[in-house]
């Protein structure tokens, strides 16, 4: 029931004929009459209670209404807002998801030029591979070209010097004119070769224990003919004998020789030169070698070891190709070191070293001042058969001139290619075989392999002699089975040693 329904009721049960009026009471009879009136009372008196209770319900209902209806406003408020905070959050998430949509492809496009450049830098890298394998090959071929003629100039010419009969003086200054340019022009091909080495990271280092004595020792004996040559005083300060460091042997009397050569070259007439060698406070083991020569500039200083960069002497008199110092670093960080220099224009120039130092050991005190060669007593008495395998004749007519001067009682056979030397080896049953590499038909290698599976021929010594002079054909020839590898051009004097070496065993 509504409002208005409410309100017509009420007013029905107002009027009804139960209510009375005024004139009504004056008529009402006394006795029963007058209960009936106060019945009357009572239920006007109700129907009032009734009709209170209909307006109070009334107005709560219209309360609650209103009630209802202001939550019903708050509902439709908070559901707008809720609407208006999602579609906030679906525009925020839609632009997110324009960015991610973005960023995705941007991230496959870069994949894919990832993928593009690991593609193109494996193809540069297998270029590169190749070029530098070319490279080596070339010199490597180069080498052996080159080193084939010299062993034939200074092979002969030494020869020529210590001949019979005794050259004149004219003669010596001429021979001495030819060794010199040929040695020099070695040297020249050895450091081009080790600097390609080094550059293509293939260059290894032995890293052993050795004494700082011996090693400065020799050094010195291999720089004496320069010394005297130009006058300069070598100065060794005293050392403790017994230290010793860690490093390649071979590689760092090549670093302080050329330290020791740059002193010389570039010092001033009767000048001198120091060698220094002491025990850091970091524990480890100082070299250096400081000349009293025209010293380097600052400028010229930051240009040292650039490659072919002679700092201005191109045009001295001084021969070199601005290399040396170059290799001399890079073999000393090859072999844990460090390396330094410090100059003062018109006082001189002091290069340093330093390596790991060893635990010292038990030797003598005195520096040996004679160097004693095996070949001043070589193959006394000693009747043995030699057998070269050399297709170059040059080469085979140089070797059986040192035999005859040198080595009387050896017998020599050649032959200029692989297959008659076998066959030779196999007939003669030589002492020792000197094997070139790059023959004719059979290459060394294969010769050496047959002459190993031969039972008659498998226990003699084959000595590689070839003018590939890379490192790595010396260790594949040592590993192939070869006793030694003597490279060309050869010096007589360490020829001759090996030999009697081997002829002695």
């Not at 400081?290 to 001295?316: A, C, H, T, V, Y």
């Not at 030699?386 to 297709?391: G, I, K, S």
Request: include cysteine; charged fraction near 20%; aromatic fraction near 4%.
């Amino acid at each position: 029931m509504n409002d208005d329904e409410n309100a017509l009721a009420v007013g029905d049960y107002c009027q009804s004929p139960l209510t009375l009026n005024k004139s009504d009471r004056r008529q009402s009879p006394r006795g029963p009459d007058r209960r009936s009136g106060i019945n009357a009372a009572k239920e006007n008196e109700a129907r009032n209670l009734v009709r209170d209770k209909l307006l109070k319900t009334r107005e709560h209902k219209t309360q609650l209404r209103e009630t209802i209806a202001s939550s019903r406003e708050q509902v439709v408020d908070a559901a707008e807002a809720l609407y208006a905070e999602v579609d906030e959050h679906m525009a925020v998430l839609q632009e997110a998801n324009s960015k991610l949509v973005i960023a995705t492809i941007t991230a496959t496009q870069l994949a894919e030029k990832l993928e593009i450049a690991k593609a193109e830098l494996e193809v540069a890298k297998n270029l590169a591979e190749k070029a530098n394998l070319a490279k080596s090959d070339f010199l490597s071929s180069m080498s052996h070209e080159l080193r084939t003629p010299l062993n034939a100039i200074l092979g002969f010419a030494q020869l020529l010097e210590s001949g019979s009969p005794t050259p004149t003086d004219s003669q010596i200054k001429k021979l001495n004119h030819i060794t010199k340019a040929g040695w020099y022009l070695l040297e020249l091909i050895n450091q081009i070769l080790e600097l390609a080495v080094i550059e293509s990271g293939k260059l290894s280092v032995q890293q052993e224990t050795l004494s700082l004595q011996e090693i400065l020792w020799e050094c010195q004996v291999m720089i004496g003919p320069q010394l005297l040559e130009k006058n300069i005083a070598l100065q060794i300060a005293p050392f403790d004998t017994n230290l010793t460091v860690i490093a390649d042997k071979t590689r760092l009397k090549q670093v302080i020789y050329n330290f020791l050569s740059n002193a010389i070259k570039y010092n001033k007439n009767n000048g001198s030169i120091d060698v220094l060698c002491a025990l850091n406070n970091s524990g480890k083991i100082s070299i250096s070698v400081k000349d009293s020569g025209i010293g380097l500039s600052k400028e010229k200083l930051d240009q040292l070891f650039q490659p072919f960069n002679r700092l201005g002497q191109e045009k001295g008199l001084n021969q070199g190709t601005g290399i040396g110092l170059m290799i001399s670093k890079q073999l000393v960080e090859l072999m844990g070191g460090t390396i330094g220099v410090k100059s003062t224009e018109g006082i001189g120039t002091e290069f340093w070293i330093e390596f790991d130092c060893a635990n010292a050991l038990e030797m003598s005190n005195v520096i040996p001042n004679t160097l004693q060669s095996t070949s001043q007593n070589k193959l006394i008495n000693i009747y043995k058969t030699l057998l070269y395998v050399e297709d170059n004749p040059a080469n085979l007519m140089l070797v059986e001139n040192i035999i005859i001067d040198s080595c009387p009682n050896i017998k020599m056979l050649t032959a200029s290619e692989g297959n008659m030397g076998i066959e030779l080896a196999q007939l003669h049953r030589p002492d020792v075989i000197l094997l070139d590499i790059n023959l004719p038909g059979l290459s060394g290698f294969e010769v050496l392999q047959l002459l190993k599976n031969n039972p008659l021929t498998a226990n003699i010594p084959v000595v590689a002699i070839s003018a590939n002079a890379m490192p790595h054909d010396r260790e594949r020839a040592m590993i192939a089975g070869f006793s030694n590898y003597l490279t060309k051009p050869i010096k007589i004097n360490e020829f001759l040693d090996e030999l009697d070496v081997i002829l002695k065993q």
